[in-house]
């Protein structure tokens, strides 16, 4: 068994996305956990807008998407649900990007 950092949820969403037409058993043989556990995730991740199953046939296609619904957040915060919730990253890169100023310096 290999040791992984990613959850079963992630693992799970890596699969679907490399294969959108995987078979619920390929992906729990893949990864080493039950078919139900893997039914119980995508079941989860569907839910929560990570992924969008379409029905072709017999079978199902999965479609994972790069921004889920944030629908609990937005019933919380009392606010429609945004389009992007990335935060524009200003601080300076190992390797590259802007240096260090004075102006950034929060010691006087």
Sequence with gaps: MAISFLTNH??????LR??????????????????????????????????VREKRGRRNRYQVRTVPQLDAV???????????????????RLGGGRPISRQDSFID
């Design 18 to 51: 490399r294969d959108p037409e995987a078979r619920m058993r390929d992906v729990a043989r893949l990864l080493d956990i039950t078919e139900r556990a893997v039914q119980r995730i995508v079941a989860e991740l569907a839910g929560s807008g990570y992924l």
């Design 10 to 15: 992630a693992q799970v969403l890596l699969c």
């Design 74 to 92: 937005s019933d919380f915060a009392g606010e429609p649900p945004q389009k992007s919730c990335r935060v524009p990253d200003t601080s300076p």
